[in-house]
Protein backbone atom coordinates (compact mmCIF):
# COMPACT_ATOMS: atom_id res chain seq x y z
CA UNK A 1 0.00 0.00 0.00
CA UNK A 2 2.93 2.25 0.91
CA UNK A 3 4.73 1.99 -2.13
CA UNK A 4 1.94 1.95 -3.87
CA UNK A 5 1.07 5.54 -3.01
CA UNK A 6 4.34 6.65 -3.21
CA UNK A 7 4.57 5.66 -7.15
CA UNK A 8 1.30 7.18 -7.28
CA UNK A 9 2.29 10.74 -5.78
CA UNK A 10 5.71 10.59 -7.96
CA UNK A 11 3.71 10.38 -10.79
CA UNK A 12 1.16 13.09 -9.70
CA UNK A 13 4.01 15.53 -9.13
CA UNK A 14 6.32 14.03 -12.67
CA UNK A 15 2.36 14.46 -14.32
CA UNK A 16 1.71 18.23 -13.19
CA UNK A 17 5.44 19.09 -14.33
CA UNK A 18 5.23 18.10 -17.69
CA UNK A 19 1.58 19.27 -18.07
CA UNK A 20 0.46 16.37 -20.00
CA UNK A 21 -1.99 14.03 -18.54
CA UNK A 22 -0.83 10.74 -20.14
CA UNK A 23 0.94 8.36 -17.41
CA UNK A 24 4.43 8.37 -17.73
CA UNK A 25 6.01 4.51 -17.52
CA UNK A 26 8.92 4.42 -15.05
CA UNK A 27 10.61 1.39 -16.21
CA UNK A 28 13.05 2.79 -18.69
CA UNK A 29 14.26 5.19 -16.77
CA UNK A 30 15.31 2.89 -13.62
CA UNK A 31 16.92 0.10 -15.64
CA UNK A 32 18.71 2.79 -17.73
CA UNK A 33 17.87 1.31 -21.79
CA UNK A 34 15.66 2.50 -23.49
CA UNK A 35 12.91 0.17 -24.21
CA UNK A 36 10.17 1.36 -25.96
CA UNK A 37 6.62 1.36 -23.58
CA UNK A 38 3.11 1.79 -25.04
CA UNK A 39 2.81 5.20 -22.39
CA UNK A 40 6.00 6.69 -24.17
CA UNK A 41 4.56 6.38 -27.82
CA UNK A 42 1.24 7.11 -26.73
CA UNK A 43 2.65 10.56 -25.12
CA UNK A 44 4.59 11.58 -28.48
CA UNK A 45 1.61 11.15 -29.92
CA UNK A 46 0.24 13.40 -27.79
CA UNK A 47 2.77 15.78 -28.04
CA UNK A 48 2.74 16.01 -31.71
CA UNK A 49 -0.07 18.09 -32.38
CA UNK A 50 0.69 20.95 -30.21
CA UNK A 51 4.02 21.28 -31.86
CA UNK A 52 1.59 21.27 -34.93
CA UNK A 53 -0.56 23.74 -33.93
CA UNK A 54 2.00 26.00 -32.08
CA UNK A 55 4.66 26.24 -35.06
CA UNK A 56 1.45 27.21 -37.23
CA UNK A 57 0.77 29.80 -34.62
CA UNK A 58 4.38 30.96 -34.67
CA UNK A 59 4.64 31.80 -38.58
CA UNK A 60 1.18 33.63 -38.29
CA UNK A 61 2.88 35.42 -35.80
CA UNK A 62 5.60 36.10 -37.98
CA UNK A 63 3.80 37.25 -40.39
CA UNK A 64 1.88 40.15 -38.56
CA UNK A 65 5.08 41.01 -36.78
CA UNK A 66 3.74 40.13 -33.68
CA UNK A 67 6.81 39.36 -31.01
CA UNK A 68 4.55 38.80 -28.46
CA UNK A 69 2.41 36.14 -29.72
CA UNK A 70 5.88 34.47 -31.42
CA UNK A 71 7.45 34.42 -28.12
CA UNK A 72 4.26 32.10 -26.46
CA UNK A 73 3.83 29.79 -29.76
CA UNK A 74 7.82 29.06 -29.21
CA UNK A 75 7.86 28.73 -25.48
CA UNK A 76 5.28 25.99 -25.95
CA UNK A 77 7.59 23.85 -27.92
CA UNK A 78 10.98 24.62 -26.09
CA UNK A 79 8.67 23.86 -22.93
CA UNK A 80 8.30 20.21 -24.35
CA UNK A 81 11.34 19.73 -25.40
CA UNK A 82 12.92 17.96 -22.48
CA UNK A 83 9.61 15.59 -22.93
CA UNK A 84 9.96 14.80 -26.51
CA UNK A 85 13.81 13.50 -25.78
CA UNK A 86 11.95 11.41 -23.19
CA UNK A 87 9.86 10.39 -25.85
CA UNK A 88 10.28 6.86 -27.66
CA UNK A 89 9.25 7.02 -31.76
CA UNK A 90 7.97 4.07 -33.40
CA UNK A 91 10.36 3.47 -35.88
CA UNK A 92 14.23 3.21 -35.75
CA UNK A 93 13.42 2.97 -31.76
CA UNK A 94 17.45 1.99 -31.47
CA UNK A 95 18.95 5.33 -32.46
CA UNK A 96 18.27 7.16 -29.52
CA UNK A 97 21.14 9.55 -30.11
CA UNK A 98 19.72 11.05 -33.39
CA UNK A 99 16.34 11.23 -32.07
CA UNK A 100 17.55 13.33 -29.42
CA UNK A 101 19.75 15.28 -31.53
CA UNK A 102 16.64 15.93 -33.65
CA UNK A 103 15.11 17.27 -30.60
CA UNK A 104 17.97 19.80 -29.43
CA UNK A 105 17.99 20.42 -33.01
CA UNK A 106 14.21 21.89 -33.10
CA UNK A 107 15.01 23.84 -29.73
CA UNK A 108 17.76 25.71 -30.84
CA UNK A 109 16.08 26.81 -34.39
CA UNK A 110 13.12 28.19 -32.52
CA UNK A 111 15.35 29.74 -29.93
CA UNK A 112 17.02 31.61 -32.37
CA UNK A 113 13.66 32.37 -34.37
CA UNK A 114 12.75 33.70 -31.39
CA UNK A 115 15.68 35.95 -30.81
CA UNK A 116 15.93 37.31 -34.47
CA UNK A 117 11.75 38.29 -34.00
CA UNK A 118 12.63 40.01 -30.68
CA UNK A 119 15.27 42.29 -32.43
CA UNK A 120 12.86 43.12 -34.74
CA UNK A 121 14.55 41.20 -37.88
CA UNK A 122 11.86 39.67 -39.91
CA UNK A 123 12.74 38.49 -42.71
CA UNK A 124 15.83 36.39 -40.78
CA UNK A 125 13.33 35.16 -38.45
CA UNK A 126 10.97 33.93 -41.13
CA UNK A 127 14.33 31.96 -42.86
CA UNK A 128 15.35 30.93 -39.29
CA UNK A 129 11.24 29.72 -39.28
CA UNK A 130 12.46 27.21 -42.18
CA UNK A 131 14.95 25.40 -40.51
CA UNK A 132 12.58 24.96 -37.87
CA UNK A 133 10.46 23.12 -40.32
CA UNK A 134 13.42 21.43 -41.46
CA UNK A 135 14.12 20.02 -38.14
CA UNK A 136 10.20 18.90 -38.06
CA UNK A 137 10.63 17.31 -41.00
CA UNK A 138 14.50 15.38 -40.42
CA UNK A 139 12.89 13.67 -37.53
CA UNK A 140 10.18 12.57 -39.02
CA UNK A 141 12.38 11.37 -41.75
CA UNK A 142 13.98 8.95 -39.67
CA UNK A 143 11.32 8.33 -36.77
CA UNK A 144 7.92 8.54 -38.44
CA UNK A 145 7.48 8.26 -41.74
C1 LIG B 1 12.67 14.39 -32.29
C2 LIG B 1 11.74 13.96 -33.30
C3 LIG B 1 10.60 14.82 -33.76
C4 LIG B 1 10.59 16.18 -33.93
C5 LIG B 1 11.73 17.18 -33.74
C6 LIG B 1 9.24 16.52 -34.37
N1 LIG B 1 8.48 15.39 -34.48
FE1 LIG B 1 6.54 15.30 -35.11
N2 LIG B 1 6.55 13.30 -34.90
C7 LIG B 1 7.62 12.54 -34.50
C8 LIG B 1 7.24 11.14 -34.50
C9 LIG B 1 8.15 9.99 -34.12
C10 LIG B 1 5.91 11.09 -34.92
C11 LIG B 1 5.01 9.86 -35.04
C12 LIG B 1 4.27 9.75 -33.74
C13 LIG B 1 3.62 8.44 -33.53
O1 LIG B 1 3.91 7.52 -34.30
O2 LIG B 1 2.86 8.34 -32.56
C14 LIG B 1 5.50 12.47 -35.18
C15 LIG B 1 4.23 12.83 -35.61
C16 LIG B 1 3.84 14.10 -35.94
C17 LIG B 1 2.55 14.48 -36.44
C18 LIG B 1 1.40 13.52 -36.76
C19 LIG B 1 0.56 13.28 -35.54
C20 LIG B 1 0.97 12.03 -34.84
O3 LIG B 1 1.00 12.02 -33.61
O4 LIG B 1 1.28 11.03 -35.50
C21 LIG B 1 2.54 15.83 -36.61
C22 LIG B 1 1.40 16.70 -37.09
C23 LIG B 1 3.86 16.31 -36.20
N3 LIG B 1 4.62 15.23 -35.81
C24 LIG B 1 4.24 17.63 -36.23
C25 LIG B 1 5.50 18.08 -35.88
C26 LIG B 1 5.94 19.46 -36.00
C27 LIG B 1 5.12 20.59 -36.56
C28 LIG B 1 7.23 19.51 -35.54
C29 LIG B 1 8.16 20.69 -35.46
C30 LIG B 1 7.70 21.89 -34.88
C31 LIG B 1 7.60 18.15 -35.14
N4 LIG B 1 6.53 17.33 -35.36
C32 LIG B 1 8.83 17.82 -34.65
C33 LIG B 1 8.87 13.00 -34.14
C34 LIG B 1 9.27 14.33 -34.12
Redesign the pocket.
Known amino acids: MKITSTVLAFSLVIGSLTCYGVARAHGTEKHGTMVPTDAQ ?2 K ?3 M ?2 L ?2 D ?2 AAMETALKNGDVKALETEAEK ?1 TGAIAD ?1 KKSV ?3 NTAQREK ?2 A ?2 A ?2 EKT ?1 VTTVALGKKGLFTEAKASFKK ?2 A ?2 AS ?2 AT ?2 D
Open positions: MKLHTMPFSASILPHRFVRAQLVVEACCHFR
